[in-house]
């Protein structure tokens, strides 16, 4: 029994603790608040930051008027669904099955919950871009197979460069394009998209074309593993190319054309409008990309372009480039190239006599079919011959990857100011096979010093 009285004890001083944390625990000074749901956050943070989304609010006004004001998505009612952060109109729509949006006791918070370090001195908003907008255009050529390949180019070209301005891009198909490309592709591209196709007589084989001769061209490239040797429809795309998109219907109104290809990359923001810098400037042609031509699918276009000098040589424009394409005064073609996957140009310059003379020239000598003449080198002669060198430009600041090359630009600064990604270890244009450093010399220009050299004692 003498158990019973030291039983009691524990048992009192037992209670006795736990009334004194009660006792202390409600009487801190510290000031815990316990919300019961967002909308108390919500409402909390109304205060402190006031009514965020709303027009008169300061915080957001000022701020928002910097942002390019048009939405990507938003350029036509088809692609109208996606929400307008922090406004009172892109809340989502009652009955969603969000957590905590549906409950009625609830007050109205169906905006966003505001993020305090969104409007914070180190968030660097792009200038809404001023100025005039060009009359010009993305062109494309593809297949309905090239869907994701070109949606990608589509979201890099829009990210880092099309959001700001909103040109249109035209794409141009010899079949007819599918609904699943159409919905696709216009859903990405934040001006307006214009879908075309290619007339029957551009795209096939022209009546002088001895049919059996290209054939065994095609069958002797094929042995020969000449890349894309044996195909007919890229002999038809090569020849599209170089003589016929820019006169297609759709192209007709605009002045200046920007291509992009599938699987592309761009590293770098771009900041200003690039068409407009072209005609600000007196430009003409540009490339990112330069480099030596395969020689064995083009073995006669000098002589072709021999032939076209001749008979038209008021074509010819004094001050040319001519360096950039042959070492030798014009005797024999030095395979230098533009990359034409990149291009922006003159659409009327293309529409020119002069260029037109050259690609009829050219192709009435039946080299797109008896050999396979690319687009690019055709381009390329053509800037080299016909334009003044001054109306060519060599675009550094665009950072740019087609398989296999990049072009990374040289300043560390300006990769860091304009957020690239681009290895500049990879760039291409220093290296044996590039031309770019033949287009420097030719109109004098400095060859960035390479970083790493200088660490070399
Ligand atoms: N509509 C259409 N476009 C084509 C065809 N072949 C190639 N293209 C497009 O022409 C461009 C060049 O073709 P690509 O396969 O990228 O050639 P590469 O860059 O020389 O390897 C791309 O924009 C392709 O989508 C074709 O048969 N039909
Ligand atoms: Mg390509």
Request: with cysteine; net charge neutral.
């Amino acid at each position: 029994m003498a158990g019973t009285p030291r039983y009691a004890r524990y048992i009192i001083l037992s209670l006795l603790c736990i009334f004194l944390i009660l006792f202390f625990s409600s009487s801190s000074d510290s000031p815990r608040q316990t919300y019961k749901s967002a909308a108390d956050l919500l409402k909390e943070s109304q205060s402190r930051w006031g009514n965020v989304g709303s027009k008169n609010n300061p915080a957001s006004h000022g701020t928002a008027k910097e942002v390019p004001l048009s939405d990507p998505l938003l350029k036509d009612g088809s692609h109208s669904a996606a929400p307008k952060a922090g406004t009172a109109e892109g809340a989502p729509a009652g009955g969603s099955s969000q957590v905590g949006l549906s409950n009625p006791s609830e007050p109205d918070h169906r905006v966003s919950s505001p993020n305090p370090l969104a409007h914070s001195p180190q968030t660097k908003l792009e200038p809404k871009p001023s100025g005039p907008r060009m009359n010009a255009t993305f062109v494309t050529l593809a297949r309905n197979s090239d869907i994701w390949e070109i949606a990608r180019s589509i979201r890099q070209v829009e990210d880092r460069f099309n959001r700001k301005f909103n040109y249109d891009w035209v794409f141009l198909n010899d079949k007819p394009f599918d609904e699943s490309f159409k919905t696709i592709t216009s859903a990405l591209v934040s001006g307006t998209t214009k879908y075309g196709q290619i007339p029957k007589e551009h795209w096939s084989f022209p009546e002088w074309i001895d049919q059996d001769k290209a054939k065994q061209v095609r069958e002797d490239m094929a042995k020969k593993k000449i890349i894309y040797g044996d195909s007919v429809s890229y002999r038809h795309m090569c020849r599209y190319e170089s003589g016929f998109f820019f006169r297609h219907p759709l192209m007709l109104e605009y002045e200046w054309y920007w291509r992009v290809e599938p699987s592309i990359e761009l590293f770098c923001d771009i900041n200003y409008d690039a068409f407009r810098f072209m005609a600000e400037n007196g430009k003409k042609y540009s490339f990112v990309l330069s480099l030596l031509e395969y020689i064995d699918t083009i073995p006669t276009l000098w002589a072709s372009t021999k032939k076209f000098m001749n008979t038209y040589p008021e074509h010819l424009v004094p001050g040319n480039s001519m360096k950039f394409v042959s070492d030798d005064g014009g005797e024999t073609y030095n395979k230098c190239h533009f990359w034409s996957n990149f291009e922006i140009g003159n659409l009327n310059w293309l529409r020119s006599k002069a260029y037109i003379d050259f690609f009829t020239s050219l192709d009435k000598d039946g080299g797109f079919f008896y050999e396979r003449w690319g687009d690019a080198p055709v381009h390329s002669i053509a800037a080299s011959l016909m334009l003044k060198k001054e109306e060519i430009h060599f675009f550094e600041d665009i950072a740019y990857y087609h398989i296999p090359f990049t072009h990374c630009p040289a300043d560390e600064k300006y990769r860091e100011e304009h957020k690239c990604h681009c290895d500049p270890s990879k760039n291409f244009d220093w290296n044996g096979y590039s031309c770019t450093k033949k287009f420097y010399e030719l109109n004098g220009m400095k060859v960035p010093e390479k970083k790493d050299d200088k660490k070399k004692p």
